[in-house]
């Protein structure tokens, strides 16, 4: 089972029912938008429309690479671009398909496999691309975009910051500069907006450390109260990465202040030569 997609499954049912919210990225926090369960959704509104705005003038035709719920795709279709969505098969996937039913194509596959005869005005990654390979990312983009086609990247980079990150994901952000130097693109905009997202980082900790960890506790007494004998070999089997993810989950530190450490939170618009 891959884990990521599971994690992602599991992400949309957390978001869905606690914050009554179908996107799946974090929320821009604008000036005096209190940080709280309730606001999440409108943060998560104030993403989706940040990322409108900087769709490049002229665009008509946009690929939604890992479109998630198909929630942002919506909107844009609403908004009359012709959208096609590429996203690896999974419950996310499907329920994108459903939503987006006589309206928009969404392929059940991996960008890197993904193959049309047709070119798009814009590639959009909102954070997927750190779930993809930089080198294969442009070479598909150079095929798939037609002749001063743009891509469009929101999503969040690891820094060189000194120490052990409690968060994970991104790709190295120094590596990203070093390979666009080698890519046939223009750099059209790049916004640093790590300190407007790092507050949905409260919500996140909050959920896990109040709802997440004690129900996993729970099911570890109950499984120790029931069959003590596997409970005694799932925690020797898999200690290691049982404590792996205690650290990085359960332990507070995945708040605003690593955030900004350890990540960098890009708008990228790259415009193909």
Not at 22 to 33: D, K, R, S, V
Not at 114 to 130: A, H, I, N, P, V
Request: charge should be positive; charged fraction near 25%; hydrophobic fraction near 40%.
């Amino acid at each position: 089972m891959d884990t990521k997609k599971l994690g992602l499954d599991i992400q949309i049912n957390l978001f869905k029912f606690f914050f009554d919210s179908e996107y799946m990225h974090y929320g821009f926090w604008t000036p005096g938008l209190e940080v709280k369960g309730p606001n999440f959704k409108q943060a998560q509104e104030n993403y989706t429309q940040f990322l409108i705005r900087h769709i490049p003038a002229g665009t008509k035709t946009i690929l939604d690479i890992g479109c998630g719920s198909g929630k942002v795709a919506d909107e844009l279709i609403q908004l009359g671009y012709s959208v096609t969505c590429v996203s690896p098969p999974s419950i996310l996937t499907e329920k994108a398909a459903e939503r987006l039913a006589g309206k928009a194509q969404v392929h059940a596959m991996g960008y890197e496999d993904f193959s049309t005869d047709e070119k798009f005005d814009l590639c959009l990654f909102s954070e997927s691309y750190q779930y993809i390979d930089m080198h294969k990312s442009f070479a598909q983009c150079m095929k798939l975009l037609k002749p001063g086609g743009h891509i469009l990247l929101a999503d969040f980079f690891r820094t060189e910051a000194e120490g052990t990150s409690p968060l994970g994901g991104g790709h190295r952000l120094v590596e990203f500069y070093d390979i666009l130097k080698q890519q046939p693109f223009d750099v059209v905009e790049d916004l640093d907006i790590t300190n407007d997202i790092a507050p949905t980082m409260i919500l996140i900790n909050n959920l896990t450390m109040d709802v997440v960890y004690p129900a996993v506790l729970m099911v570890g007494e109950l499984i120790k109260s029931r069959a003590p004998w596997v409970y005694k070999f799932l925690v020797w089997k898999f200690r290691k990465k049982i404590e792996k993810n205690r650290v990085k989950h359960f332990t507070g530190q995945r708040n605003p202040e690593n955030f900004k450490k350890y990540k960098s939170y890009r708008l990228v618009v790259l415009r193909k030569k």
